[in-house]
């Protein structure tokens, strides 16, 4: 995808950045001048709601990509990027993308099945939020949740959310979501400790999502 070149000119001008726990990446509407490619750790991305409230977009970790959108569309941050654990990006200056952008079309086309991806990813959630009960939108993100993060040794999800940022995420009371994984708890569905969830039947919760 990128020359060697290129990756020579990433690798000199690159910085790389220590975001703690709760920091923000990138905050919605301010100016963008490069974009971030997560090194390790996870983030979320939020939007500010008419109501004053964040909405969690959708979850991040090693690998992923963030702000390219923005500078292609000239146009300041979208969303506010934000570390659930103490993590590690790289920035890489806009100029820089710009250039391997002109020069190498076939990066300009990954980039551009990327933002393809999150747009679709984007509508799916819209018609989620539209369509589905906030059980079977739980059931979705624990699913969706475990498949991103992956289990820690003892097989609970690997990452640790409050009820509030799961409400977040589903667009509901954090109370709504307090019963409703006390309701799967009770099911066999799931397995509680703290902040942790493991889960215990997938075909149940994929059902469940699916409305059956």
């Known amino acids: 995808m990128l020359t060697y070149e290129e990756l020579e000119c990433f690798s000199r001008h690159k910085s790389t950045i220590l975001v703690k726990k709760g ?11 490069g974009f971030y490619c997560v090194k390790n750790g996870k983030f979320k991305l939020t939007k500010l709601n008419s109501n004053g409230k964040d909405q969690i977009i959708s979850y991040i970790k090693e690998g992923y990509i963030v702000g390219h959108r923005s500078l292609l569309c000239d ?5 506010t990027v934000t570390a659930i654990e103490d993590s590690f990006a790289c920035f890489v200056p806009k100029d820089d993308l710009l250039c391997s952008i002109k020069e190498n079309p076939a990066f300009a086309l990954e980039l551009l099945k990327n933002i393809s991806h999150q747009l679709n990813e984007a509508n ?27 289990v820690d040794k003892n097989e609970y999800i690997d990452v640790m959310l409050t009820r509030e940022e799961i409400a977040n995420t589903l667009g509901t009371a954090t109370e709504s979501v307090i019963r409703l994984l006390s309701g799967f708890k009770s099911n066999n569905l799931i397995k509680l400790k703290g902040k942790k969830i493991l889960i215990l039947d997938k075909q149940a919760l994929k059902n469940i999502s699916e409305g059956y």
């Open 75 to 79: 146009e300041p941050a979208g969303l």
């Open 124 to 150: 799916c959630s819209i018609a989620n939020m539209a369509q589905k009960t906030v059980k079977q939108r739980l059931a979705e993100t624990l699913l969706f949740l475990d498949d991103l993060f992956g």
């Open 23 to 33: 920091e923000n990446l990138m905050v919605e509407g301010n100016p963008v001048n």
